[in-house]
Protein backbone atom coordinates (compact mmCIF):
# COMPACT_ATOMS: atom_id res chain seq x y z
CA UNK A 1 0.00 0.00 0.00
CA UNK A 2 1.39 3.32 -0.93
CA UNK A 3 1.64 6.43 0.45
CA UNK A 4 -0.80 7.97 -1.66
CA UNK A 5 -3.12 5.09 -0.86
CA UNK A 6 -2.65 5.41 2.77
CA UNK A 7 -3.63 9.58 2.45
CA UNK A 8 -6.34 8.90 0.50
CA UNK A 9 -7.93 6.19 2.35
CA UNK A 10 -7.51 8.96 5.70
CA UNK A 11 -8.78 11.56 3.84
CA UNK A 12 -12.01 9.52 3.34
CA UNK A 13 -12.52 8.42 7.03
CA UNK A 14 -12.05 12.03 8.48
CA UNK A 15 -14.59 13.16 5.58
CA UNK A 16 -16.86 10.83 6.92
CA UNK A 17 -16.18 11.47 10.68
CA UNK A 18 -16.64 15.28 9.58
CA UNK A 19 -19.98 14.46 7.52
CA UNK A 20 -21.44 12.93 10.86
CA UNK A 21 -20.45 15.50 13.24
CA UNK A 22 -22.09 17.56 10.67
CA UNK A 23 -25.20 15.59 10.84
CA UNK A 24 -25.66 15.41 14.30
CA UNK A 25 -25.03 19.09 15.19
CA UNK A 26 -29.07 19.57 14.87
CA UNK A 27 -29.62 16.79 17.24
CA UNK A 28 -27.67 17.74 19.95
CA UNK A 29 -29.27 21.40 19.56
CA UNK A 30 -32.40 19.91 19.61
CA UNK A 31 -31.44 17.88 22.66
CA UNK A 32 -30.54 21.03 24.70
CA UNK A 33 -33.50 22.78 24.28
CA UNK A 34 -35.43 23.71 26.94
CA UNK A 35 -38.76 22.56 26.08
CA UNK A 36 -39.71 19.30 27.90
CA UNK A 37 -42.37 18.21 25.33
CA UNK A 38 -41.29 18.52 21.83
CA UNK A 39 -43.88 20.59 19.48
CA UNK A 40 -45.64 18.78 16.36
CA UNK A 41 -42.57 20.99 14.11
CA UNK A 42 -39.96 19.23 16.33
CA UNK A 43 -41.10 15.80 16.12
CA UNK A 44 -41.35 16.37 12.47
CA UNK A 45 -37.71 17.91 12.27
CA UNK A 46 -36.07 15.25 14.73
CA UNK A 47 -37.81 12.65 12.23
CA UNK A 48 -36.09 14.12 9.10
CA UNK A 49 -32.99 14.26 10.81
CA UNK A 50 -32.76 10.76 11.56
CA UNK A 51 -33.95 9.58 8.59
CA UNK A 52 -31.58 11.64 6.74
CA UNK A 53 -28.55 9.82 9.12
CA UNK A 54 -30.05 6.28 7.77
CA UNK A 55 -27.68 3.09 8.50
CA UNK A 56 -25.40 5.89 10.44
CA UNK A 57 -27.34 6.30 13.34
CA UNK A 58 -25.67 3.68 15.59
CA UNK A 59 -22.34 6.02 14.46
CA UNK A 60 -24.40 9.21 15.03
CA UNK A 61 -25.40 7.19 18.51
CA UNK A 62 -22.36 5.74 19.45
CA UNK A 63 -20.59 9.74 18.88
CA UNK A 64 -23.70 11.43 20.65
CA UNK A 65 -22.67 9.03 23.42
CA UNK A 66 -18.98 9.66 23.77
CA UNK A 67 -20.06 13.11 24.27
CA UNK A 68 -22.57 12.17 26.86
CA UNK A 69 -19.84 10.63 29.14
CA UNK A 70 -17.35 13.40 28.37
CA UNK A 71 -20.19 15.63 30.05
CA UNK A 72 -20.35 12.86 32.70
CA UNK A 73 -16.25 12.71 33.36
CA UNK A 74 -16.76 16.96 34.13
CA UNK A 75 -20.18 16.27 36.00
CA UNK A 76 -22.39 17.81 34.18
CA UNK A 77 -25.93 17.16 34.35
CA UNK A 78 -27.44 19.69 32.52
CA UNK A 79 -25.52 18.39 29.19
CA UNK A 80 -24.88 14.38 29.98
CA UNK A 81 -28.92 13.34 30.36
CA UNK A 82 -30.29 15.68 27.19
CA UNK A 83 -26.72 13.23 25.25
CA UNK A 84 -28.37 10.29 27.23
CA UNK A 85 -31.91 10.45 25.66
CA UNK A 86 -30.76 11.51 22.36
CA UNK A 87 -28.59 8.26 22.15
CA UNK A 88 -30.99 5.86 23.35
CA UNK A 89 -33.57 7.65 20.68
CA UNK A 90 -31.33 7.31 18.09
CA UNK A 91 -30.34 3.28 19.17
CA UNK A 92 -33.02 2.37 21.09
CA UNK A 93 -32.01 -1.40 20.79
CA UNK A 94 -28.31 -0.17 22.65
CA UNK A 95 -29.54 -2.05 25.82
CA UNK A 96 -26.08 -1.13 26.97
CA UNK A 97 -26.61 2.90 26.55
CA UNK A 98 -30.26 2.13 28.40
CA UNK A 99 -28.50 0.33 30.96
CA UNK A 100 -25.64 2.65 31.54
CA UNK A 101 -28.09 5.75 31.34
CA UNK A 102 -30.45 4.88 33.95
CA UNK A 103 -27.64 3.78 36.08
CA UNK A 104 -25.96 8.03 35.88
CA UNK A 105 -29.13 9.19 36.47
CA UNK A 106 -30.20 7.30 39.72
CA UNK A 107 -26.65 6.82 40.85
CA UNK A 108 -24.20 9.72 39.71
CA UNK A 109 -26.19 12.73 39.15
CA UNK A 110 -27.24 12.89 42.76
CA UNK A 111 -23.48 12.91 44.02
CA UNK A 112 -23.28 15.92 41.11
CA UNK A 113 -25.57 18.11 42.59
CA UNK A 114 -24.83 17.71 46.03
CA UNK A 115 -21.00 18.72 45.12
CA UNK A 116 -22.15 22.04 43.79
CA UNK A 117 -24.00 23.32 47.12
CA UNK A 118 -23.74 22.48 50.71
CA UNK A 119 -27.20 20.28 51.73
CA UNK A 120 -28.83 18.51 54.48
CA UNK A 121 -29.78 15.06 55.04
CA UNK A 122 -33.51 15.67 54.28
CA UNK A 123 -32.38 17.30 51.20
CA UNK A 124 -30.10 14.65 50.37
CA UNK A 125 -32.76 11.80 50.06
CA UNK A 126 -35.34 14.06 48.15
CA UNK A 127 -32.69 14.32 44.95
CA UNK A 128 -31.67 10.86 45.63
CA UNK A 129 -35.22 9.68 45.13
CA UNK A 130 -36.13 12.43 42.42
CA UNK A 131 -32.96 11.54 40.32
CA UNK A 132 -34.36 7.63 40.86
CA UNK A 133 -37.62 8.58 39.72
CA UNK A 134 -36.12 9.62 36.53
CA UNK A 135 -33.46 6.70 36.44
CA UNK A 136 -36.75 4.67 36.55
CA UNK A 137 -38.52 6.23 34.06
CA UNK A 138 -35.66 5.75 31.57
CA UNK A 139 -35.13 2.81 32.30
CA UNK A 140 -38.36 1.69 31.60
CA UNK A 141 -38.16 3.52 28.35
CA UNK A 142 -35.40 0.82 27.70
CA UNK A 143 -37.58 -2.03 28.83
CA UNK A 144 -40.64 -0.95 26.77
CA UNK A 145 -38.45 -1.06 23.48
CA UNK A 146 -36.38 -3.95 24.53
CA UNK A 147 -38.91 -6.10 26.47
CA UNK A 148 -36.64 -9.37 26.47
CA UNK A 149 -33.31 -8.10 28.00
CA UNK A 150 -33.13 -9.14 31.30
CA UNK A 151 -30.18 -6.70 31.45
CA UNK A 152 -32.71 -3.76 31.95
CA UNK A 153 -34.81 -5.84 34.24
CA UNK A 154 -31.73 -6.12 36.68
CA UNK A 155 -30.97 -2.71 36.03
CA UNK A 156 -34.07 -1.44 37.47
CA UNK A 157 -34.13 -4.10 40.55
CA UNK A 158 -30.77 -2.75 41.14
CA UNK A 159 -32.61 1.02 41.34
CA UNK A 160 -35.42 -0.47 43.15
CA UNK A 161 -33.32 -1.81 46.04
CA UNK A 162 -30.46 0.90 45.89
CA UNK A 163 -32.47 3.96 45.97
CA UNK A 164 -36.02 3.37 47.26
CA UNK A 165 -35.26 0.19 49.37
CA UNK A 166 -38.50 -1.57 47.73
CA UNK A 167 -38.14 -5.20 48.66
CA UNK A 168 -41.57 -5.97 47.31
CA UNK A 169 -41.09 -4.01 43.73
CA UNK A 170 -37.50 -5.65 43.69
CA UNK A 171 -39.02 -9.04 43.87
CA UNK A 172 -41.50 -8.29 41.36
CA UNK A 173 -38.41 -7.59 39.24
CA UNK A 174 -37.31 -10.55 39.30
CA UNK A 175 -39.87 -12.67 39.26
CA UNK A 176 -40.74 -10.50 35.77
CA UNK A 177 -37.17 -12.17 34.65
CA UNK A 178 -38.17 -16.11 35.32
Keep these: ?????????????????????FCTRPLAELAMRSAPVLGKGQSAAKSAVFSMLGGYRN???SLIWVSAYVYWEREDIAKCIPKLNLAVDLEP???????MGAMIIAF???HWIFSKRPTSDRVEKNIR????KLGLEFINRGIALNPKSLRLRLTKSIIL????????????CYEDMM
Design 161 to 172: EKVFDDKQAVLE
Design 93 to 99: GSVNFWN
Design 108 to 110: DSP
Design 1 to 21: MGLKTTVFRTFIVLFVMALVG
Design 129 to 132: LRQG
Design 59 to 61: IAA
